[in-house]
């Protein structure tokens, strides 16, 4: 009998010792690809909801193999270039609306305004981010290859387009595939290399070749097993040289500066209370001034959250003389509070900012967020779209210049990011003007005690790999924490809690980092050579 398996787009007669139709794995392989209809929809969305498991904070990366092994499967059973599209679509759906849910909780700080935009911002954001997805499939389905070479050019198109999605549209690059292992030290390590959009490329990859095991042949499958095999031997290796690499890692800080960052806890839905404000900050000054425990030394400077102080501190000597009493001598008191224009300078405009304030109640550095969120700080093509944004006040943010390096008093240069402005890799430093760390202030609060926050730290901890340079991450709600430049928490404090956090601040790495110099080319070399392999892989024959 002479059977074979229609995977990817090339089959391959059965002969001697090979897989036959009556060879389960093949037959399952059949059986999904040839599903048609409302079921291949459902399974290819089911199966992104799956690959949800191995994101933060459940990192449950085996899940990764059944849901790309599907996917490749159901692509392969594509007969039309629209049936490839929808592959990756419905996939990307599930996996953006299940990873994406958190979302929602920000629409309910205000539930009377914007709980009814709820299902259209998680399915409208998911449905959207799900077109990346789908271009990926498609452009593997014209690409004209099953087997191994269909999941080398597949795993590569993937990377390509979590490229594309972190400067399309404004840019949204999370839950990149590579955030599934920031549990494992070892295995970011890769990052500082390739970049987190490598080591996802390798994560799919490897995930997804033992689709090709339903190749029929016995050629076909022993060229399959072998690049399993590679594949998940190339994963053992990245393991293994990231455990050789923090083997080497030092842990000396720098001198002379002790950090507290204040995590208040202020409940997103109290936060803008207008007779609960000087309370907040009231909160976040005894938290500042409070005595370290034990025999540990006093802070030389203390971090508040993102708009930690909800008040226009440029323009309020009364708040700022009181930042600056408890602010220690010498240091500064980093915060995030709302700027302005000049009170009667038109036209007004309205900045989030990140403030330095010294021991005199001065200002002596200040920052404004670039990269702002869309109907969160402003609504887009608003002479069109009449609605409000979430954050309060009815003025748009406005962008700050961007990357810049600060000295300030007491501390190394410092790359200063607000909120989701670290999620973006190659996008954290100066290049121009290398900074010793990265600050990282951030309000977590609009999603509750959800993945959301998880993620966010999660992708926090890769920048820090990738440049290699120390971050200091402070939340209201949670999670800040100080991540040496190799990516390790060095002290935290967790989700939900009130409190501080002193340490010391790590060393940066004495050098960039190959991605810290080479940024996004490492990404388009990878994709080149991984889809060019693919392309060159012999097809199986029909």
Known sequence: MRATVKVGTSTEPASGGGPTSADPWSRLGNRVAALAG?????????????????????????????????????????????????????????????????VSFALLTDAARFAWMIPFAVAGLSAVMAVFIGLATLLTRFAGRGGVGGVLVFAAMWT?????????????????????????????????????????????????MPAALAETGAGARRRAAAA???????????????????????????????????????????????????????????????????????????????????FVLALDSRQRALIGAATPAGGVTITGAPRTTPRGEAPFRVWNSLHAVDERGDIVATYDKAH??????????????????????????????????????????????????????????????????????????????????????????????EEGLPLVRVANTGISAVVDAYGRVVAELGLGREGVVDSDLPRPRPRATPYGRLGDWVVVLLVLVVGGAGRLWPPTRR
């Open 372 to 465: 702002l969120v869309p109907f969160g700080e402003y609504v887009p093509f608003r002479g069109l779209i009449d609605m409000a944004k979430v954050t309060a006040g009815g003025t748009d943010f406005s962008r700050g210049p961007g990357r810049v390096t600060l000295s300030l008093p007491g501390l190394p240069p410092v790359s200063p990011l607000i909120c989701y402005e670290i999620i973006f890799p190659g996008r954290v430093a100066d290049p121009a003007n290398r900074p010793s760390w990265l600050l990282n202030l951030t309000n977590d609060g609009w999603y509750g005690l959800t993945a959301g926050p998880y993620q966010h730290f999660a992708a926090a901890r890769l920048r820090a790999v």
């Open 160 to 208: 390509a387009f979590e490229w594309v999605k972190s400067w399309a549209l404004t840019g949204f690059p999370w839950n990149l595939m590579a955030t599934a292992w920031v549990f494992s030290d070892g295995m970011i390590q890769a990052t500082a290399v390739a970049g987190a959009y490598g080591l996802g490329l390798l994560t799919v990859a490897a995930a997804a």
């Open 228 to 310: 399993v095999a590679v594949a998940w031997l190339a994963v053992g290796l990245v393991w293994a040289g990231g455990a050789v690499r923090l083997g080497d890692a030092g842990d000396d800080p720098v001198p002379g500066v002790r950090l507290r960052l204040v995590q208040p806890n202020i409940p997103q839905v109290l936060k803008w209370q207008p007779e609960l404000r000087q309370a907040h900050v009231a909160r976040q000054l005894a938290l500042s001034t409070a005595p370290p425990g034990g025999a540990a030394p006093g802070p030389t400077h203390v971090i508040w959250a993102e708009s930690a102080v909800p």
């Open 38 to 102: 409302w079921r291949r929809h459902a399974l290819a969305a089911a199966l992104g909801a799956i690959a949800t498991a191995a994101l933060p904070p459940a990192h449950a990366v085996p899940v990764l193999i059944p849901a790309f092994v599907g996917l490749v499967w159901l692509l392969g059973g594509a007969r039309r270039p629209r049936g490839a599209f929808a592959a990756g679509w419905w996939f990307g759906f599930g996996y953006h609306v299940v990873g994406l849910y958190w």
